[in-house]
């Protein structure tokens, strides 16, 4: 069948989508100078406003039920995205309890918050109505609150505002005071996400060992008294010792390159003999890459998502008035520009499963195949890879070993936000950054190879478990 | 709130600084040292293409400038003025770096328009100055001809053609015409600033063929989805003007049109029309099945018959990596004249304080990928059974249907594999196949033919 019949030519390649992102909010209550997110306020606060309303009146779920009526039945995770979800919680409640009812193998939600309102809100519209629900439904649910809690005071309170760290952290601890000691069908997954700034590991390297130690004896902290908090809780479990993530795909430099290959290799010196809580390595997140390659050899012929998301694949994301996108990022886009751009909507009218919806069918098209196309995702790289060393942006010897070619690719595909590095730096999915093999391709690789397998030895688990991969 | 982007505001400058110089590098080392004089090796092995005009006096159905024009290049962005403005500064700039590159004019209609002429008078008037070394060799168009339904234009366009001649200037013009038979795809819109009877009837033709033979210039017209039935028809007419006018038969250049729209039918005519330009060959070659491959494999074969068989040095086998575009109206660089959305603006050129145009960075990451990318190793490409015997898609169409540059359109595919196919049954049929595949030393390419022949059985069989 050809493409601008009936489309059935597509529908082969089409995977389940069992992972829904909802475009929940679209304004913030905070200003961190880092997010990616435009910081046009009177856009974000106008589109909120008009989201506020579909929750209001009811359209929004019902738009959502209408669109994704024929996966009702496959789709088992919910996410909310946007900007601050908190913002909208007096919506919560009704919301997702018409959700839960309408998807009947939904068992899991996750969002990102920046707890500036505090455990209270949290507790009073998202949870409380949660445990309710499931307990009604008496269905097993797990929900994954992320709290934004970028490190120590010095760090976190920096990019966000004075007094952030102080309220994330007393978030977390009420939180997990707050949750009950058992319940039948619900747990709460509580976890911080920390992103490290160049600067700041600029300024460890040069400061020594000794700051080091004080960033990660802060996680140490963190994650003791969770513990002790959660006792035999069977309610809560908390993953809060500081496993920090890159700026992606960030602005890098071949000086900083060589810089985080120094901080890299100053890990090991990290004393954590007097360490009791902490999980996992100090440092993890390219090392996912390699473990995609050395673990999964099918990766090389099969297809294969490689732990970058699975946007577009199995995930979609849904805004209030019912359309389709393929993440969250580009539905902010979407929202907030004037320009209906050809190639960002997924789908233009009601529903996915539409075969003639050709705009779905060829964005999926596309989409898919950089999800399931591993080794021609290697082939772009390697042609920004080659051109970086000839020019000696990077290690020279990268212009003849091709193993290490595929090794710098790898430690950049557990960061790889490819719909991110299409809106914003190459226009392509497939194309990658040129930041991110600076940023590895000056001595990191090999030092990511040495601290992994230093932890290795040391017997240190992956934060993850290796299934996942 | 998602967290996963944060901006090192510290390191901008050094990392835009530093992406500049990866394009300033790529640039003279892929680029540049191919348009030195200097490089006596291969004097065309890269090119300067010039978009001069959005605007067009036809509106092909198939033509992107047609169906595009707002996005690719809108009305907003043309002026005449910086078009010869901005002309000189590139004709300055490449006298000030020894640089003789073969300039292509591409618009919609450069000679239905005044601009076409005035940027060709101006490169005369500058040339002529330059040092006969680095001045540049040969000016290509590919043009519509309609400038042929004015004697006046005919005239102005001769007289271009003998001034840049004088001074040593090749100015060669491709007949991007399909022929009589397809018209209906090709509609005349109105006339530019350019006052013509666009009446395309048999002693237009007669012209246009009369003239192209004074010049030798080459035909090319495009195989489109809509009309394919008739392909036969209007090859036989290209055929007849060919004698009438002792044109050599096969000096036609076929290519089908590699846009989303082709249907199962449609496909199937086009089997059709390449088996019949097997028959028609092998008639013209003596009936010897030696001569047929000997004809397909140095690379006439209507080029669409060699298509299988033939490859290209290079990854992509349009023209793309061969050349560097730049629209001349604001100096914008991007990868092709199909591609000018802007998305895929990679760079622009700016004067400095001494007028001399610098190459202002905006994307190197595009601009090393649409040089440096194979076609072979496109997504889907990779793992398909022809890849070798295809010869790839335009990335401006595949953007145009599915919103990604890289992404090959299903359709096409077909039609490539049918391509294939046809070119082996068209073989087959006068015993030439095995006499091919002896002069091809790819095995890859040889295994890939051996697929789809059985292929092709296994369909026979099952019918």
Request: with cysteine.
């Amino acid at each position: 069948m050809m493409q601008g019949e009936k489309g059935v030519f597509f529908e082969t390649s089409l995977k389940p989508i069992y992972g829904v992102s909802i475009h929940w909010s679209s304004d913030c209550n905070m200003a961190c100078k880092y997010c990616y997110i435009d910081k046009d306020k009177p856009a974000m606060a106008s589109l909120n406003r008009e989201i506020r309303q579909a929750l209001e009146d009811g359209s929004f779920v019902q738009n959502i039920k209408t669109t994704l009526k024929p996966i009702q039945n496959q789709v088992e995770s919910l996410a909310l995205w946007g900007a601050e979800p908190t913002i909208n919680g007096k919506y919560f409640d009704n919301f997702i309890g018409e959700l839960l009812d309408y998807f009947p193998n939904v068992n899991s939600l996750m969002f990102s918050t920046n707890a500036l309102l505090g455990a209270q809100v949290l507790y009073d519209q998202f949870l409380s109505p949660l445990m309710k629900k499931v307990e009604t439904l008496q269905r097993k649910f797990e929900f994954e609150l992320q709290l934004s809690l970028d490190g120590p005071e010095l760090i976190n309170d920096a990019s966000r505002h004075v007094g952030a760290t102080k309220n994330t952290l007393d978030t977390l601890y009420y939180l997990i005071e707050m949750m009950p000691q058992t319940h039948d069908y619900f747990t709460l997954h509580l976890t911080t996400k920390p992103t490290l700034d160049i600067s700041f590991m600029k300024e460890m390297v040069q400061e020594g060992i000794e700051k080091f130690q004080w960033y990660y004896e802060f996680g140490e902290e963190v994650q003791r008294k969770a513990k002790i908090l959660i006792g035999d809780k069977t309610t809560v479990t908390a993953t809060a010792s500081i496993i920090p993530t890159l700026v992606d795909p960030g602005y890098y430099t071949k000086e900083d390159g060589k810089m985080f290959a120094a901080w890299v290799e100053d890990l090991m010196y990290v004393d954590q003999s007097n360490w009791k809580y902490r999980e996992g390595p100090l440092f993890f997140q390219p090392w996912s890459g390699v473990e995609n390659i050395m673990y999964s050899p099918n990766i090389l012929v099969e297809g294969y998502n490689a732990l970058s998301c699975s946007a577009g694949k199995n995930n979609i994301t849904i805004d209030h008035k019912g359309k389709v996108y393929t993440c969250n990022r580009l539905c902010r886009n979407v929202a907030l520009s004037d320009e209906q751009k050809y190639k960002i909507p997924m789908t233009s009218n009601s529903t996915i499963d539409n075969p003639t919806d050709q705009k779905w069918l060829k964005r999926t098209w596309a989409t898919q195949s950089f999800h399931e196309n591993f080794l021609s995702r290697f082939q772009f790289a390697n042609t920004i890879i080659l051109a970086l060393a000839a020019a000696g942006q990077i290690d020279k010897k990268y212009l003849t070993d091709e193993n290490a070619r595929l090794l710098l690719f790898s430690v950049t595909i557990g960061l790889y936000c490819h719909v991110g590095a299409e809106e914003d730096y190459t226009s392509n999915i497939f194309i990658p950054p040129v930041s991110y093999f600076r940023l590895f391709g000056n001595g990191a690789v090999e030092e990511i190879m040495r601290y992994h397998k230093y932890e290795e030895n040391r017997g240190v688990e992956r934060p993850w478990p290796s299934n996942v991969l | 709130m998602a967290e996963q982007c944060l901006v090192n505001t510290t390191g901008m400058t050094a990392y835009e600084q530093q992406n500049q110089e990866l394009a300033d590098f790529f640039l003279n080392e892929y680029l540049y040292k191919a348009y030195s004089y200097l490089n006596t090796e291969d004097p065309y092995s890269k090119t300067l293409e010039l978009i001069i005009s959005p605007r067009c006096n036809l509106g092909c159905k198939y033509c992107y400038v047609h169906k595009y024009r707002k996005d690719i290049f809108s009305e907003d962005v043309y002026d005449s003025e910086l078009t010869l403005k901005n002309l000189d500064l590139i004709l300055r700039w490449l006298e000030k770096n020894k640089y003789n590159p073969e300039l292509d004019i591409f618009s919609g209609e450069p000679l239905a328009q005044e601009i076409g002429f005035q940027v060709l008078e101006a490169i005369y008037e500058y040339e002529k100055n330059v040092d006969s070394r680095w001045r540049i060799p040969r000016i290509m168009i590919p043009t519509n001809f309609t400038f042929i339904c004015s004697e006046e234009l005919t005239k102005r366009v001769d007289d271009l053609i003998d001034k840049l001649a004088a001074i040593n200037i090749e100015l060669l013009l491709s007949a991007s015409f399909d022929g009589k038979y397809m018209e209906q795809n090709r509609p005349f819109l109105y006339n530019l600033d350019l006052n013509m009877n666009v009446e395309r009837d048999d002693a237009y033709y007669d012209r246009v063929f009369e003239w192209c033979n004074k010049h030798c210039y080459g035909f090319h017209p495009m195989i489109y989805s809509k009309g394919i039935k008739d392909w036969k028809k209007n090859f036989l007419w290209f055929q007849d003007q060919f004698k009438k006018f002792d044109i050599p038969w096969d000096v036609l250049y076929l290519l089908h049109v590699r846009n989303e729209e082709w249907t199962a039918e449609n496909v199937k005519d086009f089997q059709e029309f390449v088996e019949f330009l097997f028959d028609f060959a092998w008639e013209k070659l003596g009936k010897d099945p030696r001569a047929l491959v000997d004809w397909i494999i140095d690379g006439k074969g209507f080029n669409l018959l060699g298509q299988p068989f033939v490859t290209v040095g290079r990854g992509l086998t349009c023209s793309i990596q061969n050349q560097f575009t730049v629209r001349v109206s604001d100096l914008m660089c991007y990868p092709c004249h199909r591609t000018g959305y802007k998305d895929f603006y990679f760079g622009q050129f700016i004067p400095d304080e001494t007028e001399i145009l610098k190459y202002h960075n905006t994307n190197v990451e595009l601009l090393l990928t649409t040089y440096g990318i194979h076609k072979n190793v496109m997504p889907y490409c990779m793992e398909c059974p022809i890849n070798n015997l295809c010869a790839g898609q335009c990335l401006g169409a595949q953007y145009e249907s599915n919103g990604n540059l890289f992404v090959p359109i299903p359709s096409v595919c077909i039609v490539s594999h049918a391509l294939v196919a046809s070119c082996i049954k068209g073989l087959e049929k006068y015993h030439a196949y095995g006499l091919l595949c002896e002069q091809l030393s790819n095995r890859t390419i040889l295994a890939q033919l051996d697929y789809v022949k059985k292929e092709i059985c296994n369909n026979a069989t099952k019918n």
